[in-house]
C-alpha cells in the first residue's frame, strides 16, 4: 500500500531515481543547442541543487536549477527539478510549465518519471482529473512494457490520490486494478502474492473507515465493522512473515482505521508506533490530537509537516492541509 499507501513511500523515493530502461528503447540526445560541456556544466547544477534541496535548502536549490536551465534550457532534469521546487512553493501553474518541458524532453526510458511527478503536481490541488490523466499515461506505458509490477504500483498511486481526495468509487476501482495488475506476473512467487494481497486488504480497510466517517451506505457501524475485518485480514497475512518489511507499516494502518472511526486515543497510540519521518503519519497524528481537543500538540505535528520538502504523495496531501490548519488555528 503506500501506493496501495502502505507502500507509497517507498514508491515516491524511487520517483526521482533513474528508471530501467524499456525493452527496445534507445535514450534521446543531448540537447541540440547545448555543447556537451555546457550539458555537464548544467548537470553538475542540478546535482548540488538535489543535495540541497535534500538539505532542506529549497531557496537554494531552485537558484541553481535556474542558473542550469539558463546554460542548457533545454536539460531535462533541470526542468524536472525546477518543477518540483516551484510545486513545493506553491507556485503550480509555473511548476507545471516546467514539468509540461520536462515530459517533452524525456527520453523514452524517462517518460514513467515525469508522468508521475506531474500528477503529484495535481494532487496537492486534490485536481483528480488531472492527476489521473498523467498516472494513466505512465500506467499504461508499464503495462505495455509488461512491467506488471511498476504498473500495479502506479495504479495504486492514483486509487491513493482519489482517496485521500474523497472520491472513493474510483480509489476503489484504481486499487482493484494494482491488485490484479500485480497478480498478473507470470512467475509471481508466494510471497509476492502476499504482499499484493496485503496491500489490498489495507486499501479496503481504509476505504471503509473513510466511508464511516462520511456516513455512505451501509451506515457508519456496518462500515467500521467491515475496515476491522479487513484490517484483521491485513494483519494475518503479516503473521505469515514472508514479508517481514511490511510489519512496520501495521501501526500506520491502524492508526489510520481508528482516526476515520472515531477513535481518537487508539490513533495517536497506533500513529505514535508509526514512522515518525513520514509525513503522512504526522498529518493523521496531527489530526487525531485535534480531534481529540489537543490543540497544542496539533500545532506541533502540523508545523512539522512544513518543514518536510519532499514531493510525493504523502507530501502532497500533508503539505496543503498543515497549511490550511494552522491558519484556521491562528498560527
Request: aromatic share 10%; with cysteine; glycine share 4%.
Amino acid at each position: 500500500m503506500r501506493v496501495n499507501i502502505l507502500c507509497l513511500c517507498t514508491l515516491a523515493l524511487l520517483m526521482f531515481a533513474s528508471l530501467t530502461p524499456a525493452p527496445a528503447q534507445t535514450a534521446q540526445p543531448a540537447s541540440p543547442q547545448a555543447s556537451p560541456s555546457k550539458t555537464d556544466d548544467a548537470m553538475e547544477l542540478v546535482k548540488q541543487g538535489e543535495k540541497l534541496a535534500g538539505e532542506g535548502k529549497p531557496d537554494e536549490a531552485m537558484a541553481l536549477y535556474e542558473r542550469a536551465l539558463q546554460i542548457d534550457p533545454d536539460l531535462y532534469q533541470g526542468q524536472l527539478f525546477m518543477g518540483v521546487a516551484l510545486d513545493l512553493q506553491g507556485k503550480y501553474d509555473e511548476a507545471r510549465r516546467h514539468l509540461a518541458k520536462a515530459i517533452e524532453l524525456a527520453a523514452p526510458a524517462q517518460a514513467v518519471q515525469p508522468l508521475r511527478v506531474m500528477a503529484v503536481s495535481y494532487a496537492f490541488q486534490c485536481d483528480t482529473g488531472k492527476a489521473a490523466e498523467y498516472e494513466r499515461r505512465a500506467f499504461d506505458l508499464q503495462y505495455k512494457w509488461d512491467k506488471l509490477q511498476e504498473a500495479a504500483g502506479t495504479a495504486d498511486e492514483l486509487a491513493r490520490i482519489y482517496l485521500e481526495c474523497g472520491d472513493y468509487d474510483n480509489a476503489f476501482q484504481w486499487y482493484q486494478t494494482g491488485h490484479l495488475t500485480a497478480l498478473k506476473k507470470p512467475d509471481i512467487t508466494p510471497a509476492e502474492k502476499d504482499l499484493w494481497e496485503f496491500r489490498w486488504e489495507a486499501a479496503q480497510a481504509r476505504l471503509a473507515a473513510r466511508k464511516a466517517q462520511s456516513g455512505k451506505p451501509p451506515g457508519e457501524k456496518a462500515l467500521a465493522a467491515q475496515a476491522q475485518q479487513h484490517l484483521a485480514a491485513a494483519k494475518a497475512l503479516l503473521d505469515k512473515n514472508d514479508n517481514p518489511d511490511q510489519a512496520r507499516f501495521y501501526p500506520y494502518l491502524q492508526g489510520y482505521v481508528a482516526l476515520y472511526t472515531g477513535d481518537y486515543k487508539d490513533a495517536i497510540a497506533d500513529l505514535r508506533n508509526a514512522d515518525q519521518k513520514d509525513v503522512f503519519v504526522l498529518s493523521l497524528l496531527a489530526q487525531a490530537y485535534e480531534n481529540s481537543g489537543d490543540e497544542v500538540q496539533a500545532v506541533e505535528y502540523y508545523k512539522k509537516i512544513l518543514t518536510v520538502n519532499s514531493h510525493n504523495p504523502t507530501n502532497a496531501f500533508a503539505r496543503p492541509l498543515a497549511e490550511k490548519k494552522l491558519k484556521e488555528l491562528g498560527q
